[in-house]
């Protein structure tokens, strides 16, 4: 059931914020959204937080008018936790004509990156999507952007960790705009009927890989992804404490169940086989590179 309150919509921009016990930063995320005045529809859409983020987060926003906060019954992850937050917005208004799905460590820092996304949106039929540069950690990356969704067996080998994946693809339209393949998760803006048309994201991954299978059902719509080079958008990873091995080889689950159901979903042909063997080497390759670390420290520990 959908907790939450009727809302007032005056904008035709959603933007969806899926929270899972991170509430300070989900509040950082949204604060700043207010502070420059954004011309859109905030949903916090908590996905059946452990801790009391639903209500500080209700409780925190319940007077803002131009944000909601709902609390999803389970945690179904990335693509999941954004249908329903997306649905929940179809399903209260018809002016929103478009949806930015943004991750709670991005930070956006001027107002005009959503009337420039949508205003690309509706020059451009054929985009789907699209994005901005991301600054990941203060550094520029472009190549993280955006990128190619794999073919034939890049989409198992394209799994390993030492895989260097290649430079994307971009065909440049005008200035500083381009029809890309696959963009990044993050942060981006989609049109309205064209997630109507896909019938949503794809649930049937948790975590990871949700962009390639984007841009793949994007383009067996004869539609493509975009790239503004004009706009930017800030993705500050939270940095923890060293893993140990165990949490290091547990992390990798999710992602691997990811790639197993893109592979078997939208690309028949694939080996399974070789999936598994890059699987079994990617936990070698985790096992070494700890061991080798461990080794490194213990030694410069001893030269001090």
């Not at 930070?107 to 039929?125: G, V």
């Not at 203060?138 to 190549?143: A, E, F, H, R, W």
């Not at 404490?241 to 992390?251: F, G």
Request: hydrophobic share 35%.
């Amino acid at each position: 059931m959908i907790r939450g309150r009727e809302i007032l919509f005056v904008n035709d921009i959603g933007v969806v914020v899926i929270n899972y016990n991170k509430y300070e930063l989900t509040q950082n995320c949204v604060d700043m959204m207010l502070d420059i005045n954004a011309p859109v529809q905030v949903l916090i859409v908590d996905n059946d937080s452990s801790n009391d983020s639903y209500n500080i987060l209700q409780s925190k926003y319940q007077n803002v008018d131009n944000v909601d906060v709902i609390c999803n019954s389970e945690n179904g992850g990335y693509a999941k936790g954004n249908n329903y937050g997306i649905r929940y917005l179809l399903q209260n208004n018809d002016l929103i004509k478009y949806f930015c799905v943004m991750n709670p460590d991005v930070e956006i820092t001027y107002s005009k990156i959503f009337d420039n996304l949508k205003r690309i949106l509706d020059e451009h039929p054929r985009m789907a999507v699209v994005t901005g540069k991301m600054i990941t950690n203060g550094n520029l990356d472009i190549n993280k952007s955006y990128w190619d969704f794999p073919k034939k067996r890049e989409a198992a080998l394209g799994h390993a960790l030492v895989y260097k994946r290649k430079k994307g693809s971009i065909d440049y339209l005008e200035n500083g705009i381009g029809e890309v393949e696959v963009v990044t998760g993050s942060f981006f803006m989609i049109k309205r009927s064209v997630f109507e048309k896909l019938n949503g994201f794809d649930e049937g991954t948790f975590l990871y890989n949700e962009e390639n299978i984007m841009g793949i059902r994007i383009n067996k719509l004869g539609l493509t992804c975009g790239l503004s080079t004009n706009d930017y958008f800030n993705h500050n990873h939270p940095k923890g404490p060293r893993q140990k091995l165990r949490q290091k080889i547990k992390s990798r689950k999710n992602g691997n169940q990811s790639r197993r159901y893109m592979c078997k979903t939208y690309f028949k042909k694939i080996d399974s086989l070789l999936l598994e063997l890059v699987i079994a080497f990617n936990y070698c390759y985790i096992v070494l590179t700890h061991m080798l670390g461990n080794i490194i420290r213990s030694n410069n520990r001893k030269g001090q």
